[in-house]
């Protein structure tokens, strides 16, 4: 598991993709930035807000997220299943019931990012922003910060935001174990029936957990357990005397083995990312009204050419009928298409819709569409595929992706879709989009 100090990279390096989250967006940068001041902490919460563990006990949630990062560039930003790794991480600590929420940062993005989706922002000094900082100087930090701010805290959550899919049940669970005194420090992991090896000097291979000569079955062998990285919850008094995370009586909250992904380094992400389309639940998209590309958004992005040069292309009729409802619901549509094409046209006819087409600045094009109808563009969902889509998705509330998207627009993307263009995936978004 990831440990800034004593073993890979910093597990709260940041990471960002080529575009930031909601708080980035016009509508929301203005209002994250005094929550992201050189202060070293926002005001100070009304009691009620800082979390309790059902024992009296004051919780803290502490997420450190460094804006440099070796092995994935701005990692911390990087996005699973559309959602920065930093605001999963939020966002699990909240689902455990945990409703102060710290990240540790030196970074203004991650800071914005941080501040919009909740957290109180920390602001980490440069000598403790370094590749060699550990993870404990940085919570012990956030602890001074908080008790000079008047909040004493009793029990931390520390959350690895590199671990994208932190088991909020988990947590809440180890949260009540430390605040019950039942455990003084409490790590996530999962059970192994593995066995393992290690090289001697020589390059031979040594057993470590087993005996090499003896194979018993998986049911006659007592498991262990694998540290996942996740999270580990403490007493914070022990944990400022022993200045580390394990103290005490320590005991293992269980999690599922396909949460112990961690992401050190790009295939890491990629496959947290494919795990996401698996195991998230899609969260509804809550927008006024939705503008989409045409080419492989309605498409799939190929096209018939006959003799004459005209051009045909496959449409999906399930995205005909999510159109349709879409229309019924009263929420606006819009196709915003680069390509002069009469096919264009036509199917917009067809679904009777407007349309804007032959437009190379996309992003013009929407502003002056969105005053028109007068749409906030933080109140609207983009839907595109290709590059030439990204001065448009970077302006909206809630920019979105096709499965088969070109990386840099799933990586600017806020949601990425389960379907591909031309098979469903404007359905899948009017879903989501009337879901709200």
Partial sequence: MTDEKTTRIGAEEA?????????????????????????????????????????????????????????????NLRRVGGIPLVVRAIRAAR??????????????E???????????????PAELSGDTASSESAILHALDVLDAAGEGIDVVAFLQATSPFLPADALAAAVARVGGDEA???????????????????????AVNHDAAHRPRRQDRTPHHLETGAFYVFRADAFRRSRHRFFGRITIAEVPEWT???????HQLRVAQALAAVHDVPEPIDVRAVVTDFDGVHTDDTAIIDAEGGERVRVSREDGMGVAILRRAGVPLLILSTE?????????????????????????????????EGI????????????????????????????????????????????????????????RVLSR
Avoid: C
Avoid at 59 to 74: D, L, Q
Avoid at 95 to 108: K, Q
Avoid at 194 to 206: P, Q
């Fill in 340 to 372: 002069v094409n009469p096919v264009v046209r036509a199917r917009a006819e067809k679904l009777r819709v407007p349309v804007l087409h032959g437009i190379d600045d996309k992003e013009q094009a929407l502003r002056e569409w969105a005053a028109g």
């Fill in 110 to 124: 991650i800071a914005t990012v941080s501040a919009a989706a909740g957290a109180r922002v920390v602001r980490r």
């Fill in 184 to 206: 003084d420090s409490v790590f996530a992991a999962h059970e192994t029936y593995g066995f393992l090896w290690e090289r001697a000097a020589d390059g031979s291979a040594i």
């Fill in 260 to 266: 112990a992904i961690e992401i050190d380094d790009e």
């Fill in 95 to 108: 689902a455990a019931g945990i409703r102060l929420i710290v990240v540790s940062t030196d970074d203004d």
């Fill in 376 to 431: 906030p563009l933080a109140d609207i969902a983009y839907l595109g595929n290709d590059v030439n889509d990204l001065p448009a998705m970077r302006i909206v509330g809630w920019p979105v992706a096709v499965a088969n998207a070109h990386p840099d627009v799933r990586a600017a993307a806020r949601v990425v879709l389960s379907r591909t263009g031309g098979n469903g995936a404007v359905r899948e978004l009017v879903e």
């Fill in 15 to 75: 990471a960002v993709g080529p575009a930031t989250t909601e708080a980035t967006t016009e509508a929301t940068t203005d209002a994250t930035t005094e929550a992201t001041t050189d202060a070293t902490t926002s005001a100070a919460p009304a009691p009620a807000e800082t979390a309790a563990s059902g024992h009296g006990e004051r919780v803290a949630a502490i997420i450190p997220a460094r804006g440099g990062s070796k092995g994935v560039p701005r990692k």
